[in-house]
């Protein structure tokens, strides 16, 4: 394999190397990046790292709901594209934009500590003090999440959900300017992280939402046998949240679930026990599975693993977090999406792909 490094000569005479990093062009994808960026030079001063920003598929289709356009890489397909040519080192992504099957030779380098994973309601100014609950009958609602959807409609019956497109800025835009939603719901962590923390009117709950697969975390994929940058940027890695992704994404992949289904999970590490609960839903809500289970991580144990294609655990190498934490978390997962699958889940999934084709 051949792998392009640049190398830069500084003022004083010294050599650094130079790392490419890939990430999409919206102004919340560069504010991620960003922070990743600044969190590898705290571990390397002598690296020089530039920012590679470019459109994806995602971000040009945006008159058509995520749930049609039936493209599992939608935020990610010209940024692997880049990587595999060398153009890029790393990208970063928002874990939740990544499938669960990488494309081979890629891997999950680093998955970052969790931000709140919740969604979060933003309300059109007209109606401030309000909530989802008090918004008047027939009141519309945009989101482009099927997940969200189901567990909407079922929760607040009296309200009315129709698809909104777009990066934050285009979807806040829409909303505060038109007066065709009376709310929209957007991940809470995106919002925090632009700093609009002051537009959010409500959190969703678990009662209310549960969250999407790696919703909260950012991850950094690299070439799976680039072994210099996969040791690099591994010291990014937070145990918990590496785990607890491990456990949604292996619920998910053995669900084959995607965006054209409504699929959603909650997680937490306690007392050395991994909690998982997972659901699946009918397109409407009306119909649906949720449990929960557990199990025991040894986070004692941090043995190093060697760097291998191998050790990926649902497209995630993790370098220096427990193989067999890491394998309790992937079981959790396979075994939670087993319980609901023998109650009926694949039915109900069927039926919501289906539905959703037709629309």
Not at 114 to 137: C, M, T
Not at 263 to 275: F, P, R, W
Not at 306 to 319: C, F, H, N, S
């Amino acid at each position: 394999l051949y792998i392009c490094i640049y190398i830069l000569q500084q003022e004083d005479g010294r050599v650094s190397r130079v790392i490419r990093i890939g990430t999409r062009k919206s102004q919340l994808a560069r504010i991620q990046t960003d922070s990743v960026a600044d969190r590898l030079r705290e571990f390397y001063h002598d690296v020089h790292l530039e920012i590679v920003a470019m459109s994806t598929t995602g971000d040009k289709i945006l008159d058509t709901a995520l749930s049609k356009i039936g493209e599992k890489s939608l935020f990610t397909k010209e940024l692997e594209n880049a990587l595999e040519r060398n153009e890029v080192d790393l990208v970063v992504h928002s874990l939740k934009d990544l499938p669960t099957g990488l494309p081979v030779g890629f891997t999950i380098g680093a998955v970052l500590k969790r931000e709140n994973p919740y969604d979060a309601v933003v309300l059109h100014p007209q109606n401030a003090g309000k909530s989802l609950e008090s918004l008047p009958s027939k009141s519309l609602v945009g989101t482009s999440s099927l997940r969200r959807a189901a567990q909407l409609k079922k929760r607040f019956p009296h309200l009315e959900f129709k698809d909104i497109r777009g990066n934050l800025n285009t979807r806040l835009k829409k909303l505060d300017e038109n007066n065709d939603f009376s709310a929209i719901i957007l991940a809470a962590a995106g919002l925090q992280r632009m700093g609009w923390e002051y537009r959010i009117s409500q959190i969703l709950d678990p009662e209310d939402c549960l969250y999407a697969v790696g919703q909260g975390a950012l991850a950094v994929e690299v070439r799976a046998r680039d072994q210099d940058i996969l040791e690099m940027v591994s010291v990014l890695h937070d145990p918990d949240t590496v785990l607890r992704s491990i456990a949604e994404r292996a619920f998910l992949r053995h669900l084959e679930g995607g965006c054209s289904v409504p699929v959603a999970v909650h997680t937490e590490v306690k007392n050395s026990q991994l909690y998982l609960t997972g659901a699946v839903y009918s397109l409407d809500g009306s119909d649906s599975l949720k449990e929960t289970m557990q199990t025991s991580i040894d986070s004692d144990n941090q043995e190093q693993e060697k760097v291998d294609e191998e050790v990926q655990r649902v497209g995630i190498t993790a370098l220096k977090v427990s193989g067999a934490a890491q394998d309790a978390a992937e079981k959790l997962g396979v075994d939670l999406a087993n319980l609901l699958l023998s109650k009926g889940a694949k039915e109900i999934l069927t039926v919501a792909r289906q539905l959703n084709d037709a629309r």
